[in-house]
């Protein structure tokens, strides 16, 4: 017998892994059922930051690998002193963000640190995500639309920089560039112990040929941050036109029709922009940062500090890339959880068209458009108002979706949709009942996906029917 559950806390983590920097956020987050709803959908009603950990200097076994078992020490340390175990987790993200991602093992240790420490449902950030939680998490998004400006939000840290441009309280475009305060670090006598190939491009383009082991002296680091600087502040800008704002760039630039009406920043280096902090970390950090503030005039943009900056990424992965489906889904007992990075397609589909025929040319049309091989690549099928739910035109609707996929079902793979009405449970009843299919369905309701989003979906949370979803938006309103 199942006990209906009215309100549930989750305890969730954000684990950020940078460049530069590692730490943990612990957050309670807060689901009530929504009394108004007619299938008493559970809302996130609040978000409480309970610890935040300190901050620690990523541990690298060497130049290409990130060491592994230090990182683990220093994390579940930091479980202990929150109080926690791995096990009192309900879900949360690991994010490998900037430099850092582009390592050898960077993959196998999300996965492994995923195992490690709870139920984690994200994995990875790439570039235009990690921007998005940035602003979330420092509270530009919030800022948006409590004053009705544009906010831009931009994450300094260690291998990049992460720029979110915030409206009305929501991220309508992102960019990224390979400038941050790691780039460059040496050790007290000043001799470098870590170079990444941005940095040491960035340098011979300088005229200066930079080599780990050799010395760097404060002119040529003033001199590298300067240029950082100079490539940040024309990507804000949208026109990196210099050789070297070009070839830094790690996503396609702005388009912006006018500046926004504030900048915040946040990141590592947005420590030492606004004086908070004072310790150097051999690196290039407090000159960029003291080169941004010189040039910051230059934008005719106020700066403005935001609730969050050095931990901005990890309280955005650990408390609002969460969302809940609905409590009207079909889950089949022999899905896989997590079920990672997978890709939304949306079909066109026109309600009323519900001819089974339709339905499979506008998969099949949905598909080509990403280049996606059915039966071989993992997706998700997003579905908006798309069919009236009466049983005929269900029965109709899920022949068409089973006649789109024949791969997919010779191979044995799940059948995963997502509706932005409460009929995911109806679907994936008829869809097994009527086509008489065996593969396991996944069908959820009451999220609104995207095409050009990646989903995590987690293990079902309450009452074995609701599941988390962390929506990885890769695209934006225009508006």
Request: net charge negative; charged share 25%.
């Amino acid at each position: 017998m199942t006990i209906r559950t009215e309100r549930q806390e989750l305890t969730s983590v954000g684990v950020d892994i940078g460049s530069s920097t590692s730490h943990i956020v612990f957050s309670k987050i807060t689901l009530e059922r929504d009394s108004h709803s007619r299938t008493d959908k559970f809302e996130i009603v609040d978000r409480e930051i309970i610890h935040s950990g300190p901050i620690h200097l990523t541990p690298f076994r060497d130049s290409k690998n990130i060491d592994f078992e230090a990182l683990k020490e220093m994390l579940l340390a930091d479980y202990e002193k929150a109080g926690l175990r791995a096990a009192d987790i309900d879900t949360g993200a690991v994010i490998i963000t900037g430099e850092t991602a582009k390592k050898e093992n960077a993959e196998w240790i999300v996965s492994a640190l995923a195992g490690e420490t709870g139920k984690f449902v994200a994995a990875t950030a790439g570039p235009n995500f990690e921007s998005v939680l940035a602003a979330y998490g420092s509270g530009a998004v919030f800022l948006s639309e409590e004053s009705g400006q544009t906010i831009m939000n931009i994450d300094i840290g260690g291998g990049s920089s992460n720029v979110a441009v915030c409206s009305m309280g929501s991220v309508i475009a992102t960019t990224a560039i390979n400038v941050g305060g790691r780039l460059i670090a040496y050790d007290d006598k000043g001799s470098i112990t870590r170079l990444e190939d941005t940095g040491q491009k960035v340098a011979e383009t300088l005229g200066v040929q930079l080599r780990v082991g050799d010395r760097i002296d404060e002119k040529t680091r003033e001199l590298v941050a300067d240029s950082l600087a100079d490539a940040l502040i024309e990507c804000i800008r949208g026109k990196p036109e210099s050789d070297i704002a070009a070839m830094l760039m790690m996503a396609p630039p702005l388009r912006l029709e006018s500046p926004p009406d504030r900048i915040t920043l946040s990141g590592g280096v947005a420590e030492y922009f606004y004086g908070v902090e004072e310790k150097m970390f051999n690196d290039l950090g407090v000159y960029l940062a003291d080169a941004l503030r010189s040039k910051a005039t230059q934008l005719e943009v106020p700066f403005e500090k935001p609730e969050h900056r050095i931990r901005a990424t990890v309280i955005g992965a650990g408390s609002f890339s969460l969302r809940v489906s609905g409590s009207t889904t079909f889950l089949s007992e022999g899905l896989d959880y997590p079920i990672r990075n997978v890709p939304v397609v949306s079909p066109n589909i026109t309600r009323g068209k519900t001819v089974s025929d339709d339905i499979r040319r506008a998969i099949e049309e949905a598909l080509s458009r990403f280049d996606l091989v059915e039966g071989r690549d993992p997706l998700i099928l997003s579905f908006v108002d798309a069919v009236r739910p009466s049983y005929e035109r269900l029965t109709e609707f899920c022949k068409g979706v089973v006649s789109a996929l024949p791969n997919t079902i010779r191979n044995g793979k799940p059948i995963m949709m997502c509706f932005d009405t409460d009929i995911g449970n109806s679907v994936g009843n008829i869809m097994r009942r009527e086509t008489k299919i065996q593969n396991d369905i996944l069908s959820i309701d009451e999220v609104s996906l995207r095409e050009g989003d990646f989903v995590d979906i987690g293990r079902p949370i309450i009452e074995d029917v609701v599941v988390p979803v962390i929506v990885k938006t890769l695209v934006f309103d225009s508006s």
